[in-house]
């Protein structure tokens, strides 16, 4: 996009017969320091003329706001000008307030003069925190008309947000509206007056999406990286403008911040749960080094339901909870009982991962297939999903009550979890035990059918114990049937031996980090159970 554009959107006679003259000139009293570095392949691009998210990309000098509208991944991410992140790390303020000005001019034109869907409270939040934080980039302009109108407009969506956040979808939705609201009170002339009342609105809608824990209730790793990004922005602005955050507002955003350690591999990226996939290990150590805060991985999170067992480079993640409920999540997966596993920076027990919130070209039935049980690291009885995923794709009955029992002593550390979604259907309970030993070497597990309830299986029901594996970790069986040699260029081989069940090789997938499909394996348990129930234990050891 040429600097003839920005000379043809930027002229203050324009601007001011579109929003009218008069208005007396509106500031920012403070400007908030985004310390979050951003994708500088994504910044270059933009400079490139291409707006780029996962599979889709926008030609900017095409780019018709009110042609993008707001329906889809790839429009709301134009949208909330959250990609003035990565155009600052790209270039100089010079160069890249040319191409941040023009973009904003058209936004402008398109939706500056009325409200529309582009006003949703979630979008203006997010806008409202990008704005302010990029205020260099895309207020540079010496043109007053222009400069009047972005502020002017943003001091209306502000206004906005105080009369319509809480309309917002209930979530990280709400939470970024609020927030939006509080980082306008903070940073707009006259603001100040505002900020109790936006505050309220966003401890109201924090609380109303977390779990005491910190980690919010669509249970979404994905998620829960914006929300701790959302709550940096926040910070910045009261530093900014020389306020001191409320200390609720401190322990929330240090408890949030201590989630997403706790689902955090060893290879800095997130573990694929609830639809997601690792993510970009660059932008998350990006976010948690910039965002100002610093936590210790959460352990054992009874809400968040992600329980963490660590060892001397060994990391083992656990979903020890209930699916998230359906207003809070409408991707869910029956994931419960499932498990990741890292040594080191290696990836070797995985689950196949989603999408996540980026646009896709992998095939709809194949989103809808990754959701299921059989998709994670655990255990499925007869081929069936512990929680149901409904035609439409929202989640029906199955698991509704999870137990939890852990302890550490000098040896391991022990994790018992169970899980009632195979009640109903089967009459039976399932329970996974596993200990880590304080060495990292060894993992030992024991998935137990026990039988609880009236229903029973008439003879026999099929079970398959699935351990997804990451992508280049091979998997060779040993003679026996009974284990299997995995190896990997980035840790040690590690032995993996199953009693009580024959032990299968199959082809499996994963989604990477990027949204895409990468082949990868699969062992899996399998043989079959009675009504009165019966164990299979499994152990990975590492040789060296």
């Known amino acids: 996009m040429s600097g003839d554009v920005v000379g043809k959107l930027a002229r203050g006679s324009f601007f001011s017969r579109l929003f009218g003259q008069g208005r007396q000139p509106l500031r920012l009293v403070a400007v908030p320091r985004d310390h979050v570095i951003g994708d500088r392949a994504r910044g270059d691009a933009l400079l490139a003329g291409r707006f780029l998210l996962g599979s889709d990309t926008v030609a900017l000098n095409e780019i018709d706001f009110a042609e993008v509208g707001t329906h889809g991944p790839l429009a709301r991410e134009i949208q909330s000008f959250s990609w003035l992140r990565d ?47 990029y205020a260099p980039y895309i207020l540079s302009s010496r043109d007053g008309g222009y400069r009047s109108a972005l ?40 603001g100040l007056g505002r900020l ?61 911040l201590a989630a997403l350690h706790g689902v955090t591999m060893g290879d800095n990226a997130l573990s694929s749960w609830q639809g997601g996939n690792p993510g970009d290990s660059a932008r998350l150590s990006a976010l948690v080094e910039g965002c100002g805060m610093r936590a210790r991985p959460l352990r054992a999170a009874r809400g968040w339901g992600y329980h963490r067992l660590s060892a001397l480079g060994t990391i083992v993640v656990v979903d020890a909870a209930p699916p998230p409920p359906p207003k809070m999540a409408a991707m869910g997966c029956a994931s419960t009982l499932a498990l990741e596993m890292s040594d080191g920076a290696q990836r070797m027990v995985v689950n196949c991962g989603g999408p996540g919130p980026v646009p896709t070209e992998l095939p709809d039935e194949l989103v809808q297939a990754l959701r299921t049980t059989a998709a994670h690291s655990t255990l499925v009885l007869s081929d069936t999903n512990s929680t149901a995923i409904l035609p439409d794709g929202s989640l029906g009955k199955g698991v509704a009550d999870v137990g939890i029992e852990r302890s550490e002593d000098n040896d391991c550390s022990r994790l018992e979890a169970s899980h009632d979604g195979y009640v109903k259907g089967f009459g039976l309970i399932h329970q996974r035990r596993i200990s880590l030993g304080n060495d990292g070497k060894e993992l030992r597990g024991e998935d137990r059918l026990v039988a ?40 040690p081989p590690w032995n993996f031996r199953c009693r009580g069940a024959m032990l299968q090789v199959e082809e499996s997938l994963f989604i990477d980090g990027r949204g895409q499909p990468v082949p990868t394996l699969q062992l899996v348990v399998v043989g079959e159970i009675s009504g009165v129930g019966g164990e299979i234990a499994w152990q990975f050891r590492r040789s060296s």
């Not at 005491?212 to 709550?231: F, K, N, T």
């Open 87 to 133: 155009l600052a790390a790209s270039t100089s303020r010079e160069r890249g307030a040319r191409l941040a000005e023009a973009i904003a001019g058209r936004w402008l034109i398109a939706h500056g003069t009325r409200i529309d869907n582009a006003w949703a409270p979630e979008l203006w939040g997010e806008r409202i925190l990008f704005w302010t934080a």
């Open 151 to 190: 502020l002017n407009t943003l001091a209306k969506g502000a206004r906005h947000l105080d009369a319509h956040a809480d309309k917002a979808p209930p979530g990280l939705h709400r939470i970024t509206a609020w927030a939006g609201a509080v980082v306008g009170s903070l940073t707009l002339q006259g």
């Open 196 to 256: 109790s009342r936006s505050e309220s609105g966003l401890m109201r809608s924090l609380s109303g999406a977390q779990f005491e824990d910190g980690g919010l209730m669509s249970r979404s790793p994905l998620e829960q990286m914006l929300l701790v990004d959302r709550l940096g922005l926040v910070r910045a602005a009261y530093f900014a403008a020389k306020q001191a955050p409320p200390e609720s507002l401190e322990n929330t955003a240090a408890a949030a």
């Open 452 to 491: 609880r309830g009236r229903r029973k299986i008439r003879e026999a029901a099929p079970y398959a114990i699935r351990f997804h594996l990451a992508p280049g970790v091979e998997a060779t069986v040993t003679a026996d049937g009974m284990g299997a040699i995995l190896r990997s260029t980035g840790a």
